[in-house]
C-alpha cells in the first residue's frame, strides 16, 4: 500500500461528499471517540477513520447502541503487503465484497468489524418513514 497516496486521497474527500444517511452520519460521529486505538492504526497507513467507503449497519437496539457488521475503506496501492490485524478486538481485513470503486489506479478494499457504537443521533429510521 502507498501511505502518502493515501494521506493525499483522505485529505481530499470533502465531509460533503460522504454518505448523509442516519447510519452513516452516526458512524462517522462516534467512530473516532470510541476506537482511538483503531482510528491511531488506520492514519498510520494514511486512512482517515472519519471517510468510511462503505458502513454495514444493523438496527439501533433500544439501549440507545447500534451494531454494523463492519466498515469498508479504501486503500491505494497494492495489497501484497497488507497485513491482518486485530486492534482492540476489531479484525482490519481485505474484503473482496464491497461497491464499486470508480477508482483506476491500483487499490484494495479492507472491512473493519465489528463495530459497536452508541446511537446518538436518535433518529428511528422505521419511524421517520411515516
Ligand atoms: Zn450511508
Redesign the pocket.
Known amino acids: 500500500m502507498d501511505i502518502q497516496k493515501n494521506i493525499e486521497f483522505y485529505s481530499e474527500i470533502a465531509s460533503s461528499y460522504l454518505?448523509?444517511?442516519v447510519?452513516?452520519?452516526n458512524y462517522i460521529h462516534e467512530i473516532e471517540a470510541t476506537y482511538p486505538q483503531l482510528s491511531t492504526y488506520l492514519k498510520n497507513i494514511g486512512i482517515d477513520i472519519t471517510k468510511p467507503f462503505e458502513?454495514l449497519p444493523l438496527n439501533p437496539e433500544p439501549s440507545g447502541y447500534i451494531d454494523y457488521i463492519g466498515a469498508q475503506y479504501i486503500v491505494l496501492g497494492d495489497s501484497q503487503y497488507f497485513q491482518k490485524a486485530t486492534i482492540a478486538d476489531v479484525t482490519i481485513d481485505i474484503t473482496t465484497s464491497h461497491p464499486g470503486t470508480n477508482i483506476n489506479e491500483k487499490h484494495f478494499v479492507i472491512e473493519i468489524s465489528p463495530i459497536r457504537l452508541k446511537w446518538v443521533l436518535k433518529i428511528n429510521p422505521i419511524s421517520e418513514k411515516r
Open positions: 454518505c448523509k444517511c447510519y452513516c452520519k458502513v
